[in-house]
């Protein structure tokens, strides 16, 4: 068994939400549930029950929730949670309206400033006021090309308070990453802000925004937020105006919800894109709400009263996430820019000047932070911290060892998994068990989560396929424009049949019922926890004359994925230092940072199938030492050959 790093006081358990929840689920149902094992065993067992007790529990509102709580509830897809319900996302966020912090924002060491309930209200007001002024209605989809500010999550309330549909990428993407994914849901309205901040340097977004908005035809209106500027020149931008011009003519008034179907389409989520363009993954207003709001409430222990902060971007599902603790009655403490700038210091300053409660971050931050040696423990006070996140790739446990000596002893560290599929956790934390070294504490309640061995058998202690054998409210919706479910079927249910496989490579301990993730087991890149498709590197690399064509794939490294490039050169040309430079910055510029790769090899050839597909799945598994156990679908198998033992891939 691993080292047991931490242990709740009998006092904090006596005060946790979960304890609380247990109390409520025994009192309404008759039962007798005492620990963490026996609710996750209700909540899978008895899934009306346990969703019905989250709902009452949290206090989550709707015109009707109606009669039926699960219909089809064998089927996956095709179950139906509260299908007769009549529901508003914005109204369950937007629970208070007094004078407290509601939101608190910080871009570096630019800009400090919070936003009361009462202000966030009126804000979302008049935004949804001017939205509908201008015929946004529900269905219509809104997108947000923002920074991780209060604006950002104004602009969303607003939009889903009138039943329209939100999705959202950050400003460091580049035009073409932009188009792949908002091109595909036509967008009635861009809301994109004209600069920010990221190592003490403001970039300017607003050439990005004109080519953005020229491309998108169904486009109406491009609000523009200022952010590094009061007063930017818009002139260039077709069909732009600043937000305080777009709301100028509204007086803040009672929100009017939109009230609308359990499954109507809150937010649109983008797969990596590694086949060709990102999959547009629809998810569903009332799925979203419950299991989010269960995952702050109980396995992160938010509520009134605490601090929440996650250092994320609009373009990782953790910012949606985020925005849900608003629901739990959390303060958001919202922070963009770089967490290193200028010294490292700046989230745990953060984390002191606003009595942050909840800190969630990375595992990549937190070996960034072991690596330059930062010792937070010693610098900063950090009382108020009582728990820390991490997600995005594996926390190794070294990284465990790294926080409980560096960061802080008395602390919940919960490294969580789940993705931008379910936008929640199928395993996650719990703050009234002890932490186990390099361990994930638990599976998340209502996910019947199991390990499946290559025949579909459940197997325990060994390393399998990461399953849920039985539906939860927050399934996709389904795909954007795949009317026949036919793309949604394959991602999740093409392996086992009515069971959603994740595609994560994981083992399940026996004793402490602990969780470790090897990493992903399908080709998807994963850098610091950022899913990264190969499709959207090979447009920028093969763009390029001196290239004839690439491969990429991710390398497992130091408890991460590093992302490794080979390329084939076109005729007489050598891969030099200075085009490898300029291979890293037009995959920077054309896509975002995280995917610029951190080894680019020349190579003379690439494995193809037989129907002339290359391979990446078959080259990561001769890079990582593993025998490529379909050669015979190759083409030219003998490629592979080349991408054995390779000298570099051994160098930091």
């Not at 219509?140 to 549909?165: H, K, Q």
């Not at 967490?339 to 606003?354: K, M, Q, S, T, V």
């Not at 971050?361 to 006070?381: G, M």
């Not at 093969?542 to 994925?561: F, R, T, Y």
Request: proline share 5%.
């Amino acid at each position: 068994m691993n080292a047991c790093l931490w242990t709740p006081s009998a006092d904090r358990i006596d005060a946790s939400n979960l304890k609380a929840f247990m109390q409520h689920v025994n009192e309404n149902w008759s039962v007798d549930l005492q620990d963490y094992d026996s609710l996750h065993t209700f909540s899978i067992n008895e899934r009306e029950k346990f969703w019905t007790s989250i709902r009452d529990f949290a206090g989550l509102k709707a015109q009707t929730w109606g009669e039926r709580v699960l219909v089809d509830g064998d089927k996956m897809p095709g179950a139906q949670f509260f299908p007769d319900a009549k529901i508003n996302f914005a109204e369950n966020l937007l629970r208070k309206n007094d004078g407290s912090e509601a939101l608190v924002f910080w871009g570096e060491d630019k800009v400090k400033r919070s936003l009361s309930w009462q202000s966030l209200n009126e804000e979302v007001s008049v935004f949804a006021q001017a939205l509908r002024h201008m015929g946004v209605k529900k269905g219509d989809r809104v997108c947000a090309f923002m920074p991780n500010m209060p604006e950002t999550i104004v602009a969303m309330l607003a939009v889903t308070s009138i039943g329209a549909t939100w999705s959202s990428t950050s400003p460091d993407f580049g035009v073409n990453g932009v188009l792949d994914r908002f091109g595909q849901i036509e967008p009635t309205v861009l809301v994109a802000v004209e600069s920010y901040y990221y190592n003490g340097k403001s970039h300017d977004c607003l050439s990005k925004v004109q080519e953005i908005v020229d491309q998108l035809p169904t486009l109406e209106r491009c609000v523009i937020v200022p952010y590094t500027r009061e007063n930017p020149d818009i002139s260039d931008v077709d069909k732009a105006v600043l937000l305080d011009d777009f709301v100028a003519e509204f007086d803040p008034k009672e929100i009017e919800f939109e009230y609308v179907d359990f499954n109507h389409p809150l937010y649109i989520m983008f797969s990596s894109g590694t086949t060709g363009k990102p999959k547009c993954i629809v998810h569903g207003t009332g799925g979203t709400l419950l299991k989010q709001v269960s995952e702050h409430l109980l396995n992160c222990d938010n509520g009134d009263g605490s601090r929440v902060f996650y250092f994320t971007t609009c373009g990782w599902m953790m910012w949606n996430w985020l925005v849900a603790g608003l629901a739990a009655g959390s303060t958001l403490l919202l922070y963009d820019g770089s967490p290193f700038y200028p010294n490292g210091n700046i989230l745990f300053d953060f984390a002191d000047a606003e009595k942050m409660t909840m800190f969630g971050t990375s595992a990549k931050y937190i070996d960034a932070l072991n690596k330059a040696d930062l010792k937070p423990k010693e610098t900063h006070d950090l009382s108020s911290v009582l728990s820390m996140t991490s997600t995005g790739s594996p926390l190794v446990a070294e990284s465990f060892d790294y926080v409980y000596d560096a960061i802080k002893d008395d602390l919940h560290l919960a490294s969580i998994s789940g993705g931008t599929d379910i936008l929640g956790c199928f395993v996650l934390g719990n703050p009234i068990a002890p932490v186990y070294r390099g361990e994930i504490q638990c599976r998340a309640l209502g996910m019947a989560v199991e390990t499946f061995d290559d025949d579909g058998k459940p197997i325990t202690g060994d390393k399998g396929e990461l399953v849920c054998t039985k539906a939860f409210p927050s399934m996709p919706v389904g795909f954007w424009n795949d009317p026949d479910n036919a793309r949604y079927k394959a991602a999740y249910f093409e392996k086992y049949d009515n069971i959603w496989c994740h595609g994560d490579f994981v083992s399940i301990d026996k004793e402490t019922g602990g969780i470790v993730i090897y990493g992903r087991s399908d080709a998807t890149l994963n850098p610091g926890g950022v899913r990264i498709g190969t499709a959207e590197i090979y447009r920028q690399v093969e763009a390029l004359p001196e290239i004839q064509e690439s491969i990429v794939i991710g390398q497992d490294w130091k408890g991460d994925v590093r992302v490794i490039l080979f390329v084939v050169m076109k005729g007489d040309n050598v891969l030099t230092e200075d085009l490898i430079a300029t291979i890293k910055s037009k995959v920077k510029t054309g896509c975002t940072p995280r995917h610029v790769p951190a080894k680019v090899i020349p190579v003379k050839d690439i494995p193809r199938t037989k129907s002339g597909k290359i391979t990446e799945l078959a080259v990561r598994d001769v890079v990582h030492g593993r025998e490529v156990k379909n050669k015979t679908a190759l083409a030219n198998p003998e490629a592979l050959d080349l991408y054995m033992n390779i000298a570099q891939l051994q160098e930091e």
